[in-house]
């Protein structure tokens, strides 16, 4: 029989264990929703299904290079009036999310 004291222990990181995978997902579940809503911004120029003649898709890209885009609008270093008044409306986090977004969204299109 195991002692009292490393079954508390065992209990106890089960139970942290399961707070951290419920906190997890509703964390996934808001930056789904956030990212979501930020993106139908997005969606007045780009088409979010991934099938763009003219304006650059936005679906589908690394998260990494999404951001580092956004990055290079918002400082001006990539040159684009609009996208350079975007991308100052969005905080880094918000960037973060909505590249996350993206790229998750991307999985599915059919370019």
Do not use: N, W
């Amino acid at each position: 029989m195991m002692p009292v004291r490393k079954r508390v222990g065992l209990v106890a990181a089960s139970t942290i264990t399961v707070l951290i995978a419920l906190f997890a997902s509703q964390t996934a579940m808001a930056d789904d929703e956030q990212g979501a809503r930020l993106a139908a911004s997005c969606a007045s120029c780009h088409r979010l299904d991934g099938r763009d003649d003219g304006i650059p898709s936005v679906v589908g890209q690394a998260a990494e290079d999404f951001t580092r885009k956004m990055q290079a609008f918002k400082s001006g270093e990539r040159p684009s009036m609009i996208m350079h008044a975007v991308a100052l409306t969005l905080s880094d986090e918000e960037v973060a999310v909505l590249a996350r977004y993206l790229a998750e969204q991307g999985k599915g299109a059919t370019p």
